[in-house]
């Protein structure tokens, strides 16, 4: 069964159509969901997967970097409630996971690009090694080169798989995975998803980053480093006009990290080291937030 591009397919309607299509076609409890796209594809197939006869094995094929390199991994599933995005799903490991970077070659050049933000974020909350070898290697990801795609997609497989083992059900390292997206998930919604979500996650970080260098949590050198990079990799750093930071804020209350309204976000302390960080003050969240406007 095929679904149409995009994130408005992680609705509730698309989960339907799919459950009814397996009844008519006999899907029982031994029966298995094979996944091939991008993150939406294998979002919705685990989520079908985990609740169609109280769930049933899921695979994935992933077939964009961002997939690849990231969401396929960790068993997180979800679909959108409207403007809420991820608010429904499930944790459901997937049995077996097929990347072949070799999948990757009918890609636009702007889903690389958004596949690599997710590679930087990475390489900033875990790994400056691999944020180096991008610095060096940043014009053949971008037009897709096999052999630095394999370098980096497997590199970044190795971070995700040993945060997810040590942390399944994201009570605690994992959260750090979250790197640009508190800020990026407010952009998201509150463009339509008119931006897709690599470079939401790309004006995140950059606002992330500022948020920690004006906490002193972040040493200048670093900070430049980072903004830099998504610089090179033709990723927008800058918050879009139509996103006043009153709205950004009111929606990012609502983010799973957020305790009592209070808004928490994860912070890079090093070009490979990031926290969660609860006690932001909102006063500055809004300074940041209107100086990265564009
Ligand atoms: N579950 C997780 O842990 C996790 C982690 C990160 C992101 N996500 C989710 O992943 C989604 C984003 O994933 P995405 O960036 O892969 O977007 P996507 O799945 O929408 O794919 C992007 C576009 O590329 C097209 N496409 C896919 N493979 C292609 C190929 N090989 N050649 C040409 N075109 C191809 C798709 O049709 C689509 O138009 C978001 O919904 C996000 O919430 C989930
Ligand atoms: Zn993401």
């Not at 509150?190 to 939401?200: E, L, N």
Request: charge should be neutral.
């Amino acid at each position: 069964m095929a679904i149409e591009p995009g994130e408005g397919a992680k609705r509730w309607e698309t989960v339907q159509a799919i459950c009814e299509w397996m009844a008519s076609n006999g899907f029982d409890r031994n029966s298995a969901l094979l996944s091939l796209g991008g993150g939406v594809v294998g979002d919705i197939t685990g989520f079908v997967a985990s609740i169609y006869m109280r769930s049933i094995p899921c695979a994935h094929i992933p077939t964009t970097v961002l997939a690849q390199a990231d969401s396929c991994l960790g068993g997180k599933t979800a679909i959108d409630l409207g403007p809420r995005k991820n608010l429904l799903g499930t944790f459901h490991q997937p049995d077996r996971i097929y990347v072949d970077p070799g999948l990757l070659g009918t890609l636009p050049p702007e889903e690389i690009r958004n596949g690599l933000a997710e590679v930087i974020k990475s390489a900033v909350i875990r790994d400056e090694n691999l944020f180096r070898y991008l610095e060096n290697h940043r014009e053949s990801a971008l037009k897709g080169e096999g052999e630095v795609m394999d370098e980096l997609i497997l590199r970044c497989c190795r971070i995700k798989a040993e945060v997810v083992t040590r942390d399944e059900r994201d009570s605690g390292l994992r959260q750090i995975l979250n790197f640009g997206h508190t800020v990026g998930h407010a952009i998201e919604a509150q463009t339509g998803y008119r931006i897709p979500h690599g470079s939401a996650v790309s004006i995140g970080m950059a606002a992330e980053t500022f948020l920690s260098l004006r906490m002193d949590l972040l040493h200048f050198r670093d900070a430049e480093r980072i903004l830099r990079l998504l610089r090179d990799c033709g990723l927008p750093v800058r918050i879009p006009e139509n996103c006043a930071p009153d709205l950004l804020i009111s929606r990012m209350r609502s983010d799973k990290k957020a305790e009592d309204g209070k808004i928490a976000m994860v912070l890079p302390e090093a070009v490979g080291k990031a926290s969660l960080v609860k006690q932001i003050p909102m006063r500055l969240i809004e300074t940041v937030l209107r100086e990265a406007r564009s």
